[in-house]
């Protein structure tokens, strides 16, 4: 009885970390050939002090593999080009969302973008299942410090798990956000920050 015991022990052993690496999450890995969607969400990129350098710097380093949509330049009637966007999608292996942090929340062009433009790929709609596998990184910029957003306060994963759930729920592969703090014009190291930021959203990318 003691021999059966044990061999049920050691294969519990051998079959419990197999079966965690069974149930890992696999995401798609980058590669030269890779297309990378940037969705600016910031209502006036052009006075923006952060996030108009990261998506510059962006540009700089992924050249051809990357396509950046404005937002605030293609849509300033908020009227969405729902197929367009879906297009642009439909050949996107990463889809950044590039956006400030509002009211613990998307500025509301791209909440706007969020609303006409995933409609389709809900579970049961005409797009169901063509957002799968498809790599989704939040990239926010927050003007409030590092210690607003930590215990005993809500920290930023937790606001952007509406975000989560919504990309989630289509099929998106969602990986860890980054976001830097202290994107405001008084800060004297803003250039920094958005350096900072833009190599910690560059090695997210390329790690994948």
């Given amino acids: 009885m003691r021999s059966l015991k044990n061999i049920s022990f050691l294969l519990f052993l051998v079959g419990f970390p197999l079966m965690l690496f069974s ?34 710097e962006l540009e700089k380093h992924f050249g051809e593999q990357i396509s950046i949509r404005r937002l605030d330049k293609l849509y300033p009637d908020y009227q969405i080009n729902i197929k367009a966007e879906q297009e642009a999608i439909k050949n996107a292996d990463f889809i950044v969302l590039q956006f400030p942090f509002y009211w613990y929340s998307t500025p509301a062009i791209l909440k706007k973008w969020i609303d006409d433009v995933l409609y389709d790929y809900f579970p049961g709609n005409k797009l169901s299942g063509e957002f799968k596998d498809k790599v989704l990184i939040a990239s926010v910029t927050i003007g ?46 803003l250039s920094e920050t958005a350096e900072k930021h833009f190599v910690k959203l560059t090695n997210l990318i390329m790690r994948q």
């Fill in 23 to 56: 149930q890992s999450k696999t995401y798609k890995v980058f590669s030269p050939a890779s297309k990378i969607l940037v969705i600016s969400g910031h209502p006036h990129l052009e006075n923006s002090n952060v996030n108009k350098v990261i998506l510059k």
């Fill in 144 to 189: 409030g410090s590092e210690k607003r957003y930590s215990s005993p306060y809500k920290t930023v994963e937790t606001y952007l798990i509406p975000l989560q759930e919504t990309f989630e729920i289509i099929g998106a592969q969602w990986v860890s956000p980054v976001y830097s703090f202290g994107a405001v014009p008084s800060n004297k190291k």
